[in-house]
């Protein structure tokens, strides 16, 4: 119903930037309005992290206490893409980023009450290594 494809990742110094993108394809007369976004990050041996989410709409977001300031996302609704803007990189944030769709009605009001098993589509994940 959803296919999701990120983009961006790579290698990047400490306190340097990446822009991460996700493409969404859309199946079975859905529009990307009908979804709120969000961007998760796992580290091998750790859990599945939300890093970023975002409305439906796009008027409304929530980031993680410890990317706050640093971390930018959005969504171009005519283009069906979710963006990551990713500065002030710090070694710890190596990780693979992964964006995930919910559908509408998963997508509550207060958006830092949603978690990772309210995204019922994933993408294959994009890594992100910060490394001098």
């Known amino acids: 119903e959803v296919q999701l494809v990120e983009s961006g990742g790579g290698l990047v110094q400490p306190g340097g930037s990446l822009r991460l993108s996700c493409a969404a394809s859309i199946e079975n007369g859905n529009t990307y309005t009908s979804f709120c976004m969000g961007w998760f990050r796992q580290a091998p041996g750790n859990a599945r992290d939300r890093v970023a989410l975002i409305s439906r709409g796009g008027t409304q977001t929530y980031y993680a206490d410890s990317v706050k300031g640093r971390f930018t996302i959005s969504r171009d609704n005519a283009k069906n893409t979710l963006y990551l803007q990713m500065n002030s990189l710090k070694p710890e944030e190596t990780a693979m980023y992964y964006c995930?769709?919910?559908?509408?009605?998963?997508?509550?009001?207060?958006?830092?009450?949603?978690?990772?098993?309210?995204?019922?589509?994933w993408g294959q994940g994009t890594q992100v290594t910060v490394s001098s």
């Open positions: 995930a769709a919910a559908p509408a009605r998963y997508c509550s009001v207060t958006l830092e009450t949603m978690t990772s098993r309210s995204y019922a589509y």
